[in-house]
């Protein structure tokens, strides 16, 4: 997910005001930011939403490493605009968790100097052409399971900013698929892309939806406040369920040797990801970590003169409004 | 007039649109705030959608069957109409919006004049264009007075990217055979005669943003008749067209 291994706070408050906020939550009603909430609800929600926009930022760099080689300008003004809706999911998200108390500023300091996260699929490099359909298709694909049922979590503005957010991820899922239906159709070599692609792409894909349920120590408060809607387990699974029929229609091969459709449980076996691995992407060892917080870094710090400039601008401006007054 | 030189004329405009677009698009994620993020992606977007106009038209009016993008991606350099300022690279945010706004200036007095030209096809897309590039020109405008009255660094930086970038800028207004043809048969203005309009809105921006223009008339020429490119723009093809040169046979 967008969102993975947020630690939930513990709460220790007032039980009576506790309980009136947990009736609230289980009777459907949204919190919105003036209300009274548990400070480990308002720490829990910073941290989740944080750490979704910062996957929405960071989200850019490993499709925006191919707009500049995009095959066609139609390829490449949908691409463009898929990078930017990302950069305004960033927006929104990061406007839902400045109601709660903290500053995009903030926010992106503490992204900046390694205190806060981003998932760990925007680690990974986009090495073909193919890579764009894959991201689109699998990258988007997992995050729609994710957010769509966050569209109703008890945060008022986090709800707000995922109903827009889910209407313009579907669409770049779509595209996605539209791109690896080219490839997949294409020439020996454009296939060999989209089937490359996939194979990278697979499991970094499963780990978005972060450790298993049985490893998973965060989960229970965070489901009773509204703020997960399903264990990650669950997810992974509808994912998997989903995903491979569309990969069939593809011809092309999930690279899980023990996939097997289960009669039982309605649904795949598949094989879990490699865990140690998503602990050292998470740790900062994964392919890109260097390069991508590098990146991000370098923009910021560039642009430091540029933010100060507009800044004394605009207060030159109003102090000669005054003055003319 | 002829076809050929309508067909040179819709690939400048077009290699102009195009040219920039890509180079306005190499910022994307690396903006100096989320909001130009945006913005600029906004403007390579309006930029991409116009060469599909301009470069679609050409093939039409060439009638040999290529397309806008076989225009676009199997050209190489000499082939090229795009004045050498939008080749520029992008050097800081300044020099891309300094770069931005001596073209939005020029662009949008253009396109005003094609808006009225004998040409359908022409009018239609410089109509669909003009309402774009208005907005663009109050961006870069707006962002040019910003970083050139704002501190002591950002008006140093843009003055240094405007000495930079002004010999680029008189190419623009220098007629040649081509447009003699276009502004013969109403299809599009003399370049020339747009140059007083730009000069006076110019002045005004530049004063605003506290930036002296350069005391000099000196113009690199080159770009929109191909005879010399810089040699940035090879660099800029080798990325943009290379997925169409290595498997030329494969649609995407
Ligand atoms: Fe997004
Ligand atoms: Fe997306």
């Given at each position: 997910m ?6 939930s ?6 039980p009576e005001?506790?309980?009136?906020f947990q ?14 909430m548990?400070a480990?609800?308002r720490?829990t929600?910073?941290r ?12 850019q760099?490993?499709?925006g490493?191919w707009i500049?080689?995009a ?8 691409l463009l605009?898929?990078?930017q ?10 406007c839902?968790a ?5 500053s995009?500023d903030e926010?992106?300091?503490?992204l900046?100097?390694?205190?806060m996260k981003?998932s760990?699929i925007?680690n990974y490099?986009t090495?073909?052409w ?5 991201v ?6 997992a995050?729609i399971m ?5 569209q109703?979590t ?7 900013a995922?109903i ?13 698929y539209?791109i690896?239906m ?8 454009q296939?060999?892309?989209?089937q ?10 499963l ?10 120590v965060?989960s229970?408060?965070s489901?009773?406040w509204?703020i ?11 994912f998997v ?9 593809l011809?092309?091969t999930v690279p899980d ?8 449980k309605?649904g795949y076996?598949f ?11 998470i740790q ?7 390069e991508?917080?590098a ?8 642009g430091k003169w540029v ?5 004394a601008?605009?207060?030159?401006r109003?102090m ?6 | 007039?002829?076809?050929d030189?309508l ?6 405009m077009g ?6 677009g ?12 989320l ?5 600029l ?7 991409i959608?116009q060469?599909?106009?301009w ?5 039409e ?8 993008d076989?225009?676009?991606m199997r050209r ?5 109409r ?11 945010f300044g ?6 706004f001596?073209f ?5 007095e253009?396109l ?19 309402k774009?590039?208005?907005y663009h020109v109050?961006r870069?405008?707006?962002?040019v007075?910003?970083l ?7 008006h ?5 990217a405007l ?6 800028v008189?190419?623009m ?8 043809q276009?502004?013969?048969a ?8 747009l ?10 921006v530049?004063t605003?943003a ?11 020429k080159?770009?929109k ?10 660099h ?9 040169r290595?498997y030329?046979?494969?649609t995407?």
């Open positions: 967008y969102a993975q291994m947020v630690k706070e513990a709460t220790q408050e007032d005001k506790l309980a009136t009736a609230r939550i289980d009777a459907g009603e949204k919190i919105e930011p003036k209300d009274w548990p480990g609800y720490k929600l910073i989740q939403i944080g750490q979704h926009a910062h996957s929405e930022i960071v989200g760099l490993p499709e490493n500049t080689r095959p066609t300008l139609e390829r490449k003004a949908i605009a898929k990078v809706d990302e950069a305004g999911h960033g927006l929104y998200l990061y839902a400045e109601t709660l108390g903290v995009r926010l992106t300091e503490m900046l100097d390694g205190r981003y760990s925007f490099p090495l073909t193919a890579d764009m359909g894959a689109g298709w699998l990258v988007d694909g995050a994710n957010q769509v049922p966050l109703r008890s945060f008022g503005p986090y709800s707000r995922m827009r957010i889910c209407k313009e991820e579907s669409f770049h899922q779509r595209q996605g539209d690896m080219k490839m997949a159709r294409g020439t020996p070599e296939k060999r892309m989209a490359d692609a996939l194979n990278r792409f697979w499991y970094p894909s780990m978005m939806f972060g450790p298993s349920d049985k490893d998973s965060h229970a408060q489901m009773a509204k997960k809607m399903n264990t990650n387990d669950e997810l992974r699974q509808k369920d989903q995903t491979v029929p569309q990969a069939e229609y011809g092309l040797e023990t996939l097997t459709w289960n009669e039982e309605g076996d094989a879990e990801p490699d865990w140690k691995e998503f602990f050292e992407v900062g060892n994964g392919p890109c970590n260097t991508r917080l990146a991000r870094n370098k923009a910021w710090d560039d933010r100060d400039g507009l800044l601008h605009a207060e030159k109003s000669r409004k005054i003055a003319a007054e | 007039m002829s076809d030189a067909f040179e004329f819709l690939c400048r290699d102009n649109t195009l040219v920039l890509h180079r306005v698009s190499e910022w994307c994620g690396h903006a100096p705030v909001e130009e993020d945006i913005a992606a906004n403007t390579a977007l309006d930029l959608g060469t599909q106009m470069l679609g038209l050409a093939g009016i060439e009638g040999k069957g290529r397309s806008a076989d225009l676009a190489d350099v000499w082939d090229f795009n004045i050498l300022l939008v080749e520029q690279p992008n050097g800081d020099q891309t919006m300094m770069r931005q001596l939005d200036l020029w662009h949008l253009m005003k004049a094609l808006s009225g030209s004998s040409h359908d096809r022409v009018a239609a897309i410089a109509a669909k264009s003009v774009e590039v208005q109050e870069s405008g707006d962002t007075i910003g050139g009255d704002g501190t002591s660094e950002s140093r930086r843009m003055q240094a000495d930079l970038l002004w010999p680029y008189g190419e207004f220098v007629p040649d055979h081509i447009d003699a276009m502004s013969e109403g299809i599009a203005p003399d370049p020339g005669e140059r007083a309009t730009y000069d006076a809105r110019l002045a005004e530049m605003e506290t930036l002296t223009i350069p005391d000099s008339g000196f113009a690199h080159g770009g008749s191909g005879m010399r490119h810089s040699e940035h723009l090879g800029m093809l080798t990325q943009m067209q290379w997925l169409q290595a030329p046979d494969a995407w």
